[in-house]
């Protein structure tokens, strides 16, 4: 049996697949019920798997825990209503400690900064080059896939692009933020004292923290979660987030890394049908709201209008995280 199909094999029967379910796929694949009937009474055998399966009993135990909170939480679900931006000890007693999101239309309405539209960017730095995600509309995983669509463009370009229509094919986003670097510096002196937003961020880290986005109506961010807390800030334009608690990460299709092949927005419950359990919250912001994601909340965006957005990270409480293989 080839090393693909074994591996499949192997996978199944850690997620608890009956034998009989087995059969079928395999046979379809071209092997022989007495070959698969062979091949899994070796993979059950065989020590490897016999220690896997005690780390898929730890890990189903682990899931079993996050339903069981969740189930809890769907009692009193959270709600993403319009707050009014708190202190730095409110915010992080209600907020960052609890891992809850928090919505604050207007926070940031009175920056400087939401005059950095694309069209004002485009023609403040034309000639500049700035690496963007480009051509990436005709890959579903454009967003695993990111490294492939780097492409260095003037920053004319990009606006022109903009400015053709509705598109999710160029997109000017944090991932590109190190080949970025000095827009940022150039633009940070700009933000201010930030109001109150600002008693939240550590300003010896307000540079290094800060990721620029910019891109056009229709721009797609698919379905994941950040590895950090982050504070969004809607410059100018508007989009649309949907969100669901990190609590619900077993049902929501966790493929690779930190994305997900489902959606929240339009789920798919034939493909997805576990989906049918999460809970997805919604809010569209304008320029000077606020949203803040605490890190494992699982998020979509969608560019209502074309939009210039930050994200920071530079908080003055603890946000970073070991990654999972570095624990492991």
């Given at each position: ?7 499949w ?5 850690l ?58 939480s ?27 999101p ?34 990436r ?36 986003t ?11 510096e150039e ?52 989009k ?33 049908p ?8 919604e ?46």
């Amino acid at each position: 049996m080839e090393a693909r199909w074994q591996a499949w094999l192997v996978e199944n029967l850690l997620l608890g697949v009956p034998d009989s379910d087995l059969l079928a796929p395999l046979e379809e694949a071209g092997h022989s019920r007495a070959e698969v009937e062979a091949e899994v009474a070796a993979a059950r055998a065989h020590p490897y798997l016999q220690g896997a399966l005690k780390v898929a009993g730890r890990l189903a135990r682990r899931e079993w825990l996050l339903r069981t909170l969740t189930t809890l939480s769907n009692l009193d679900p959270v709600r993403l209503e319009a707050l009014p931006f708190p202190s730095r000890e409110g915010f992080l007693r209600e907020h960052y400690a609890r891992s809850l999101p928090g919505y604050f239309p207007g926070a940031a309405s009175d920056w400087s900064a939401l005059a950095w539209s694309p069209a004002a960017l485009s023609e403040r730095f034309g000639d500049r080059t700035v690496e963007v995600q480009w051509g990436r509309g005709g890959d579903p995983l454009y967003e695993p896939h990111s490294n492939n669509y780097r492409r260095k463009v003037t920053f004319r370009e990009l606006g022109e692009a903009i400015a053709a229509g509705p598109s999710n094919d160029v997109y000017l986003t944090a991932n590109n933020s190190r080949a970025n670097a000095w827009l940022i510096e150039e633009l940070s002196p700009e933000l201010g004292s930030l109001g109150p937003v600002g008693e939240i961020l550590d300003p010896a880290r307000l540079v290094e923290g800060t990721f620029l986005w910019v891109g056009p109506q229709g721009v797609v961010t698919p379905l994941h979660h950040d590895l950090t807390n982050n504070l969004f800030v809607q410059v100018s334009g508007r989009k649309r987030f949907y969100l669901a608690s990190s609590l619900q990460v077993d049902a929501l299709y966790n493929h690779h890394h930190v994305y997900s092949t489902a959606c929240l927005r339009e789920p798919d419950l034939e493909t997805c049908p576990e989906m049918a359990r999460v809970r997805t919250l919604e809010v569209e912001l304008g320029p000077g709201d606020v949203l803040y994601l605490p890190v494992g909340w699982w998020h979509e965006v969608v560019g209502s209008t074309p939009s210039t957005s930050l994200t920071f990270t530079g908080f003055r409480w603890p946000n970073d995280f070991p990654r999972a293989s570095e624990s492991l």
